[in-house]
Each structure stands twice: as structure tokens, then as C-alpha cells.
């Protein structure tokens, strides 16, 4: 909390200076009327690393309607290569130098996240307040596992590995969400005689459809000589909402989330935005499970078994429910909640030569365990006012070091944008950790 903490706190302290200083300006001038022609339209629409930025477009300049599909997945780890996640997914088999490298990578234990987000956008620009109204659905995955090395080998290898050890399994997190989102937001532009300023907010109603929690305290397991015996302790907890809607309109989870936009430019000569993303609450009132339970338990004569020893379909003879109930002492039904992982964001935005070059340099938090600030910094190059091609890197969070490229292309009528920040894990899956792809269609009349 000391990082959210402060993360916080300079996003107030920068947007009550500026705030201060549009203010000062606004009465210097005595108007707040236009007095510089504004930034060329789309010079800051390729600000961030992916899609997730609702704000994060302007309209073609004479448009005052616009119409978008788009999808966006990202996956980073610390140590992971792709081709686990792939191979877990699509239900190939996992081949055994892939696990050996990433438990050698493994230094610091497991970190891993993935996000999926697609859907349709539609915004209407309101000429006469200055100010653009945005409805949209998008369909939701987030997946987050951090955990130790040891719970990682357990895992992958089995037991055999730990004979005469202890194993760590203290301090997992495993979260699942799946859930539809509707919703409605409002950007207005406000211009003062040296700067111009953008507000945004957006509610969403939150619709869940598959949810897991998996958390551990204190938990270890001693796997004796020759396997005689096993000595499981464990604190555990484990939520789950798994029939949150059978169809589309049912509601058995459901939940709520804002998103907040504010940016300050100087027309074409420099942009900073502060934006706060999913900041939200799901609540699980129908068929939720809960298991908890502490204690210590004796196994004579077990092994565990190598659960990924030949294919990733081994997950689905696994019975987590049935595992659980058997050992765990209290099982209920009882409503739960969840906060979900929000994202803070800073971008400055520096436009070069004749407004050809755009330079981008950003942070970004996501409230997740252990989680580091991640920095990146994006070049976007306008081959011509219609065609750009843009080139990223960053490093934090739960990754190692990102590389990613981007081409957009607009037409009287439509756009197409293609971009991945993360270029290596793609191009190779084998070795490295994390992946990311995103594309986006549009039309505006």
C-alpha cells in the first residue's frame, strides 16, 4: 500500500498544479476562448502500449461519429515462456526444456498475468459543448498467479524431486475473472489561452461469468524418504463463483467500475495524461463456493503425481472441488466479493519535427501482488498525416524487458491499427516469457 500510496499521491499533486495553473491562465486572459489553433487530429492518438485506454483517441477532424471493433491481449511472467501458456490453452503438450527453463529462470518465484479484452465501441462528438459521448461492450479475462518456486516444481514435476525436503507453498495467489462489461463515458475539452485541457470519466456495469480466488497463508508439504509418507500444513482459502451467468442477461455476479481520464497540452508542443483504469468492485450472491481451512494432515504411502508430465488435458480429470471438500474442514455458500486489479498510468508526450515524430515516455502501476512500476517509451513516426509506424520498449511489472512495434493506417472513412508490445515472446515463444497482440477497425462519417 506504501507504493499505491504515493502513486496516488503525485497524480493528485500533478493534477492540482496544473488545474492551479489553467486556472491563473484563465484569468490572465479573461477568457477561456480559443486563441491557438488546436494539435493536428490523431497527433496523440498512439500514446499507450495497447488498446486498454478508452481516452486515448481523438476523431477525424469533420467526423462527429465513430464506430470500433478491437482486441487486446497481453501476457507477461518474470520467468514463464509463452509457449507454456500456449501449450496450457490449446491443450498441447508441454514439453519438458520449456518447464527446465523456466524453473532456471525461476529465481525470485512466479509472476505471471494475462489480460484479453475485445469489443465494440461506439462515440459521437457533441460539437456545440465541445465534448464526446462513448457507449461500448467489451468481453473480459484476467488471469493472475504468483507463487513460489517450489509450488512451481510441485506442480510441474511432482513430489519426487522434494524427497527429504520441505516444500513452500506460502503466499499463492491465483485469480480468475470473466465477466462482461457495458459501458457509457463522456470526455470534454476545455481550452484556456495557453493550454487546453481534457476530462473524461466512464461507469461501467460489470457482469461476471466465471470467477476463482485461490489464496494461501502458511502452507508447506514434507515429502518423507522413499515417499513413505507426506506431511501436508496448510491455510487456505478458496472462492469460487463459477455459474455466474448461465446466458446473457442472467446475473447471478455482477459488479461496477469506473475509469478516469485528465490531460493537459500545449496544442502540438507537448501532452501530459493521467488516467485510472478499473477501478471496480464484482459481488458473487448466487451459487458462490467457499472452502477455508488450517490445519495438518498425514498421508502414509503417497506420491503425488506429475500433473503436466504428458499433457496440459491432465487439468481437466482434475476435480479441484472434489479435492477440497475432501480434506478441508468448513465448505459454504456464502456471498463474497472481489476488488479488481486497477491501473494507474502517466504518459508525456513530446511531438519532433514539424509534428512528425511524437516521443511518448510513460509509467504505469497495476495493483497486483508484488508488482513493479513499469516504464516505457514510445516513438510514434507519421510517414505521412495518414500513416504511422511506431516502436516501443518497456520493462516492470511482471515482465522482463519488452519490445514492441505498431502500423496504423486511416482512409477517408476507415482505420486499421496492428501492434504488439511485446514482439520477442512472440517471435520466441521457446525462450521468452510474455506476449502481446492488439488490433483495432474503425470507421468515422
Known sequence: MNKLSFLVTVLLG?????????KQDSLNAGTADILLLPPPSGLYNYTSVSLNNPFNEQLRSGAANRFLVDFDYYANSNSVPTSIAYAMLFK??????WKDR???????????????NTGLTYKHYFKKWDGTLMVDYHHRQMRIIRGTKDAFELLFYG???????????SNITFINHIYNQVAVAIE??????????EYGVRGAFLQAINDQEIRTGNTT?????????????????????????????????????GDFHLAVMNNDRWRVSLDLFDVGYMHFRKTPVNYTGSKSIHFQGIVLPNLLNFSAQTFDTLKI???LRSYLPSKSTNQYGVFMPFTAQVVFSKPLLSNKLVLNVGLMYRYLPQYYVYGFAKVNYFIKPDMVFSASAGAG??????LGAEFSKSWKYFDFTVGSSNLIGLMAPTHFPGAAVYLRMGTSF
Open 14 to 22: 500533478i493534477a492540482i498544479q496544473l488545474s492551479a495553473q489553467l
Open 92 to 97: 498441447n503438450e508441454i514439453k519438458n526444456e
Open 102 to 116: 523456466a524453473s532456471k529462470r525461476m529465481q525470485q518465484g512466479l509472476k505471471f498475468e494475462d489480460f484479453m
Open 159 to 169: 513430489n519426487a524431486r522434494f524427497e527429504d525436503k520441505t516444500a513452500d507453498l
Open 188 to 197: 470534454k475539452k476545455v481550452v484556456y489561452s495557453r493550454y487546453q485541457m
Open 221 to 257: 508439504i514434507y515429502t518423507a524418504p522413499d515417499g513413505e509418507y507426506i506431511d501436508l500444513k496448510y491455510d487456505l482459502t478458496f472462492n469460487t463463483g463459477r455459474e455466474g451467468a448461465t446466458n446473457f442477461l442472467q446475473v447471478n455476479g455482477a459488479g461496477a467500475s
Open 321 to 323: 472441488e472434489d479435492t
Open 397 to 402: 511489472g511482471y515482465s522482463l524487458f519488452n
